[in-house]
């Protein structure tokens, strides 16, 4: 009995995926809840568990192919029919995954779509297809020849094994995208990482090697997402382009069109406030040197994501959401408080839930996790999704202010920009202090000036002096 697998929607009603590397080829015997499959959606990089117990017959999509949610993408030769229907579809939602780690799917999460509704696939629903037909599907240049695949997207010829998969060098999904969209075979490429772990900058390393000959053959489109422009640059430069053109998807097409929609949905207001954060830097000062804080890694982006919550406990009005639906203004009593982060993939906003019941320890210990596995690409679909209010760190890149845009469904998001050494008034008189300037963006449907100045205006009282925190708890 053949059965076919199609593309689930991997939560929040994303309507493609990308199917990143395969596990299994055509002929291999796989088990219920064997992996099968990588597959990177605008947010995550996420594995599919086989949901039947049986032989691979076909591989409908190559790697690199970018797939409509409810595509067939690959097919069973089952051993047991009665394994078809396999237990009951959990209700709409992301994948939860621990911290660190790719989201995995789980089997029992399975139900077969019916053809006229959308109905509950591996996770969620499936997206609507409207009729016609859904769009082209988009099969990327992999910098080889695709001379020799079939119309349904997979070679004949293929001979890959299971074994030999298991084989291929260590590194990490980025790390493989970003080897496969520069045309590097990562095999040949010496690792530096831990236990001989290829990172990103082994790559781009090995690209610009003097010497070596790794950019794609001249007229070859050049792809990639936000987090491959750099080196696509690089490989446009080595081979005498003038010109370097990238997809737009993934992350970069998620990105752009929340923006899009943020921007020009909510009546965007800015304030600006430059405090002196002398006390706020000493007291960093004083907290790293105390073994009570030693392990812990304080920062200034600690100190006011923790000034942040205490200030929207005083102004909620900061931390809701304008439901349109619902015609409703919803307060939230709690802070999952997004920090945007700078990845290879792009820019994403994971949130650290319910922060404002956290100690100033448990606020760093969180921020370290949350950059670390943003940076590393295993961020997974539920830690991108709930956010109520956000932080951007501009100061890292040497910027003082800026006009950040709503994270869409936020109120309010606060930028936070570099600590220079200025001539700052003190005391009467004039002395280098420490100063940043905050600036502040926010929803005007949801608050007002004087709310939003409050708010800012707190979170700079608590920088300036710490121990004003004590009087607005």
Not at 360 to 377: E, F, I, K, V, Y
Not at 439 to 457: I, M, P, T
Request: net charge negative; charged share 20%.
């Amino acid at each position: 009995m053949i059965k076919e697998f199609k593309l689930p929607d991997l939560g929040e009603g994303l309507t493609e995926s990308e199917i990143v590397a395969w596990k299994v080829a055509v002929g291999d015997r796989v088990s219920l809840n064997q992996i099968i499959a990588e597959v990177e959606t605008a947010k995550a990089v996420v594995e599919l568990p086989s949901p039947y117990e049986g032989t691979i017959a076909k591989l409908h999509e190559q790697p690199g192919t970018v797939v409509e949610v409810g595509s067939p993408i690959v097919s069973f030769e089952l051993s047991d029919p009665a394994s078809a229907g396999l237990g009951s579809p959990p209700p709409s939602g992301a994948p939860e995954a621990a911290p660190g780690t790719s989201a995995r799917l789980q089997p029992d999460q399975v139900a077969e779509p019916v053809e006229t509704k959308r109905v509950p696939t591996l996770v969620g629903y499936g997206a609507e297809v409207e009729k016609g037909g859904r769009p082209a599907r988009r099969l990327r240049n992999l910098g080889a020849s695709t001379a020799g695949v079939s119309a349904a997207g997979y070679a004949p010829e293929q001979t890959t094994t299971t074994a030999a998969l298991a084989e291929r060098p260590r590194s990490t999904p980025p790390v493989r995208k970003l080897a496969r969209d520069l045309g590097i075979d990562l095999a040949s490429v010496p690792g530096t990482g831990p236990s001989g772990l290829i990172t990103r900058d082994d790559v781009q390393a090995f690209v610009t090697e003097p010497g070596a000959d790794h950019a794609p053959t001249a007229g070859t489109p050049t792809t990639g997402t936000a987090g491959t422009q750099a080196g696509d640059a690089v490989v446009g430069r080595q081979s005498g382009e003038r010109e370097t053109r990238t997809p737009i998807k993934g992350v970069r097409k998620h990105t752009a069109a929340a923006m899009v929609a943020s921007a020009f949905t909510a009546p965007h207001v800015s304030e600006f406030l430059t405090v002196d954060v002398t006390p706020s830097m000493e007291l960093l000062a004083r907290l790293k040197a105390s073994r009570a804080f030693a392990g812990y890694k304080l920062t200034p982006l600690t100190l006011v994501a923790k000034a942040l919550c205490i200030a929207a406990s005083r102004q909620p009005s900061v931390n809701s959401r304008w439901d349109e639906v619902n015609g409703e203004i919803v307060t939230m009593n709690y802070v999952n408080l997004g920090i945007a982060a700078a990845t290879p993939r792009g820019l994403m906003v994971p949130n650290i839930k319910d922060a404002q019941a956290m100690t100033l320890t448990q606020l760093s210990t969180a921020l370290t996790g949350l950059t670390d596995t943003a940076r590393a690409g295993k961020t997974t679909p539920a830690d991108l999704s709930g956010g109520t209010i956000s932080i951007t760190n501009i100061g890292v890149f040497g910027i003082d202010a800026g006009t950040p845009i709503l994270n869409p469904g936020e109120a309010a998001i606060l930028a936070m920009g570099a600590v220079r050494r200025q001539p700052w008034e003190y005391n009467g008189e004039i002395a280098l202090r420490q100063l940043m300037t905050l600036s502040l963006s926010f929803d005007h449907r949801l608050v007002d000036g004087e709310q939003g100045s409050k708010f800012l205006a707190d979170i700079g009282a608590i920088l300036a002096d710490p121990g004003m925190a004590l009087t607005m708890l």
